[in-house]
């Protein structure tokens, strides 16, 4: 019942402040002041434009600004000056104080209550929040127009101020305490400005840190609603293992006995202890379901799978042997010296490799063979391929009669071939 009470106040708590801030409305206006003046500046013109200053204190101003003309007549330049400025002043007031105005009604709409209130409030806290993050945002909104606004003034103030310095003459020291006297008065009411604009930025923060803190006690409201549930599945998967079993095993004595599955002897003990066996086991699988996982992950680092080596066949030497017409007995086209000589390597999958002779040479495993072992395929590849001439040679010279000049050229050309493909 109190809860109840307590959740109702703070219902009509917020229906108040959306009530109350619907109530007065923000609206941002400007003004605007002109003052021109002759070719001679002999003779002055203000004008102003402006839904701030009310008609009593533009009377007012235009009373002081006519004692101040009267006073300054023969300095008609600090004259505009101190009228400018007067006016100024009086904007810079008016200014400050409804900004001050906007601020309190932004203060009481959040209220700077409790941030820990936003999250009690089951039904309306996310209505709240937004109502906190809606007055941030329209104080930046202030905050950066009354920048503005204060730049502005700045602007025009030191302008101003440059202008009074450089007026022509000097003035008598009655002049210059009045002249004194309306620049301080001035700096008063611009102050008023900046104060207003320093706590408008103070409230920005304000409602930077409570917006946060509002966050940041929701996200922990809905953490802990997220842990009840996990809770209360935690409890659900207890009962699914307990009925599960429960299930199993009365579907198991559910056979029919022509199926000879169970023993006519096996009755309501079995039934029982079967029940209470599954449920054990289950429960404590369950349990120690994360160290099982662990422990077959281990298994498996103990046992890393052997990737296996594809090995790329070793071809065998040409054939040399008879068959061949009009040549002697054990020779072979393939082993005459022709151009083609000597380019027994064969790409394949990506290794090199040449045959005969029972060498076997693979490239990619010199290169990736110690510095020893690849000089020593080198040199027995070498040797090879000068026993491999020397045999065709003399083969050659029993087949033909071909010069010893033809016979230069081919060993040249067996061993140039050779050579490339040591480099290889």
């Known amino acids: 019942m109190n809860k109840a009470l307590e959740q109702l106040s703070r219902t009509d708590e917020y229906e108040a402040i959306k009530e109350k801030a619907?109530?007065?409305?923000?609206?941002?206006?400007?003004?605007?002041?002109?003052?021109?003046?002759?070719?001679?500046?002999?003779?002055?013109?203000?004008?102003?434009?402006?839904?701030?200053?009310?008609?009593?204190?533009?009377?007012r101003a235009g009373d002081e600004a006519q004692k101040l003309w009267r006073l300054f007549v023969h300095q008609p330049q600090t004259a505009r000056c101190l009228v400018f400025l007067l006016?100024?002043?009086?904007?810079?007031?008016?200014?400050?104080?409804?900004?001050?105005?906007?601020?309190?009604?932004?203060?009481?709409?959040?209220?700077?209550?409790?941030?820990?209130?936003?999250?009690?409030?089951?039904?309306?806290?996310?209505?709240?929040?937004?109502?906190?993050?809606?007055?941030?945002?329209?104080?930046?909104?202030?905050?950066?127009?009354?920048?503005?606004?204060?730049?502005?003034?700045?602007?025009?103030?030191?302008?101003?101020?440059?202008?009074?310095?450089?007026?022509?003459?000097?003035?008598?020291?009655?002049?210059?305490?009045?002249?004194?006297?309306?620049?301080?008065?001035?700096?008063?009411?611009?102050?008023?400005?900046?104060?207003?604009?320093?706590?408008?930025?103070?409230?920005?923060?304000?409602?930077?840190?409570?917006?946060?803190?509002?966050s940041a006690i929701l996200q922990l409201n809905n953490s802990h609603i997220s842990i009840n549930q996990s809770a209360t599945i935690e409890k659900l998967t207890y009962l699914t293992i307990i009925y599960l079993p429960l299930g199993l095993v009365t579907a198991i004595f559910a056979i029919p006995d022509t199926q000879e599955v169970l023993y006519s002897s096996m009755g309501r003990a079995w039934y029982i202890g079967a029940i209470l066996i599954f449920v054990a086991t289950t429960g404590t699988v369950a349990y120690f379901l994360k160290d099982i996982v662990n422990v077959f992950r281990s298994l498996k680092d103990a046992f890393p799978q052997q990737k296996s080596?594809?090995?790329?066949?070793?071809?065998?030497?040409?054939?040399?042997?008879?068959?061949?017409?009009?040549?002697?007995?054990?020779?072979?086209?393939?082993?005459?010296?022709?151009?083609t000589d000597g380019r027994d390597y064969i790409r394949h999958g990506g290794g090199v490799f040449s045959g005969g002779g029972g060498v076997v040479t693979n490239i990619e495993e010199v290169s990736k063979s110690p510095l020893q072992s690849r000089e020593r395929v080198l040199r027995r590849h070498a040797a090879w391929w000068e026993e491999r001439i020397a045999r065709i040679v003399q083969r050659r010279r029993r087949t033909t009669s071909s010069s010893f000049e033809d016979d230069r050229r081919s060993v040249e050309s067996m061993r140039a071939i050779a050579g490339g493909k040591e480099d290889v």
């Not at 206006?29 to 102003?48: E, H, Q, R, Y």
């Not at 065998?316 to 151009?339: C, M």
């Open 87 to 214: 006016l100024l002043g009086l904007l810079c007031q008016e200014i400050a104080k409804q900004y001050n105005i906007a601020v309190d009604h932004l203060v009481s709409i959040d209220g700077g209550r409790d941030p820990t209130k936003y999250a009690n409030c089951s039904g309306t806290s996310v209505e709240m929040l937004g109502l906190v993050l809606w007055c941030l945002e329209s104080s930046c909104k202030l905050s950066n127009s009354l920048d503005e606004t204060a730049n502005a003034v700045q602007q025009a103030r030191q302008d101003l101020m440059v202008q009074i310095a450089e007026g022509p003459g000097r003035r008598s020291p009655a002049l210059e305490n009045i002249c004194q006297e309306q620049l301080a008065a001035f700096e008063t009411k611009y102050l008023e400005l900046m104060a207003a604009a320093v706590r408008l930025r103070s409230r920005v923060e304000v409602s930077k840190r409570q917006g946060e803190a509002a």
């Open 309 to 339: 080596k594809v090995q790329q066949p070793a071809l065998g030497p040409p054939p040399t042997g008879g068959g061949g017409q009009g040549k002697g007995a054990g020779t072979n086209e393939a082993d005459t010296l022709r151009p």
């Open 22 to 59: 619907k109530s007065k409305m923000l609206v941002l206006n400007a003004s605007s002041v002109v003052l021109s003046t002759s070719p001679f500046g002999d003779f002055s013109k203000m004008t102003i434009i402006s839904k701030i200053l009310p008609g009593s204190k533009l009377r």
